[in-house]
Each structure stands twice: as C-alpha cells, then as structure tokens.
C-alpha cells in the first residue's frame, strides 16, 4: 500500500471513528450503529464552515477526537523496544508530538471529506470482553472500499479507548513503528523527537 495512501485513510478512519466513540453504551458495535450515520451528517452540513475557517477544525478535534485515543499506549507500540531505552521526559515529547501528527493529520482528512461511505460488518463481541475488534469498510464512487478494522480495549474506567488502527490488513501502528525505529537508529530517539517536531511545524 502506498504511505501517503495509507496515512490518508488512517486519517479518514480517525475522523470517522472519534465521535462513534462518545456515545455512552458498553457494547462498542451498538456505539458505531447509531452515531455512524448522525456522524457522517454533521460532517457533511458543516463542511462549508469548516472549509471557510479551517482553523475551527481544532477544536474540534480537541472535543471529539482526543479524549478516545490512548496516545500514550499507541506511542508506547510504535516506539516497540525502543520505548524502555526513553527517558520520562523523551516519553512525554514522543507522545506529545505523536498524538499532534495523528491531528494534524485528521484535519487535513476532515477537509478532504467528500461523502465516502461507511459500512459496519459483524463483530464478534461478547459480554465480559475487555478488548474488541470493530471491523467496517469505507467506500467512494469509482473506488475500491478499503477494510479497516478498530482495535479496543476497555480501560479500568469502563471506557473503550482506541489502541490501534488497521487499513487493508496494514496496521497504523506498525507503520509508524517502521518509521520510528528507522529515524531512532539514524539520529536516537531525541532526533525522532526532533523530526515529529519539524514535521509538525510543516
């Protein structure tokens, strides 16, 4: 698959998935059925206003979107054997700056919305069950739809928290953990640090 491909659709995926995540239910498939389609709409009657004023796409995001995602866990697995070698504070900046691209990238898919399609599959989900796998698939016109599945676990709060993405049997996490292990052997981990900050100025 191709990276930047890839990124988008992770991103879509993002978008689409982090206001499914607030409605208050214990069964996650019963959470995307009924907000997937309220979702879709909202996003679609904003959209003018967000193209007008890009800059509200941020709080947006900050709303919806952050409070779902275990940041922290998902730069902990990117980072893989690495993540033991950081100090606390390398720790906190990796996370930081992690959680800012996956941002920064959703919004960029947000404004890049134009109607794709969401279909929800079965999943198999069962009472007592801690962690959970969602498996929907995007579709647009002329296009082929893309797999991706949803990667949960259940928090000591009772809230489902988003751990990892997975698009077209390529995992968001995985892909970035190529990339990190990359740059870490190249510059250390204070040079990835150093790199997720300058791409995020970009």
């Not at 907000?35 to 709303?63: F, H, M, Q, S, W």
């Not at 999943?123 to 991706?148: E, H, K, L, W, Y």
């Not at 892909?175 to 740059?183: E, I, K, L, M, V």
């Amino acid at each position: 698959m191709n990276k930047h491909w890839m990124v988008h659709v992770c991103a879509m995926a993002l978008m689409l998935w982090s206001t499914m995540v607030s409605a208050a239910t214990a069964d996650p498939q019963v959470m995307v059925r009924e907000t997937g389609d309220r979702v879709l709409a909202e996003l679609t009657e904003r959209k003018p206003e967000l193209e007008a004023n890009p800059k509200l796409i941020y709080p947006l995001i900050e709303r919806t979107v952050l409070p779902h995602f275990d940041f922290r866990s998902m730069s902990q697995s990117a980072m893989g054997r690495f993540w033991r070698d950081a100090t606390e504070t390398q720790k906190t900046d990796i996370t930081d700056q992690f959680r800012e691209l996956l941002v920064r990238t959703y919004a960029t898919a947000l404004l890049g919305y134009s109607g794709q399609q969401i279909e929800y599959l079965p999943v198999n989900f069962r009472d007592g069950d801690t962690r959970v796998m969602i498996p929907t698939r995007i579709s647009a016109d002329n296009a082929p739809s893309i797999p991706i599945n949803y990667r949960l676990r259940l928090g000591d709060d009772e809230r489902w928290m988003v751990y990892d993405i997975v698009v077209d049997n390529v995992s968001l996490i995985t892909n970035y953990r190529n990339q990190f292990a990359t740059a870490i052997r190249r510059q250390g981990i204070d040079g990835l640090i150093t790199a997720l900050a300058e791409k995020n100025q970009q």
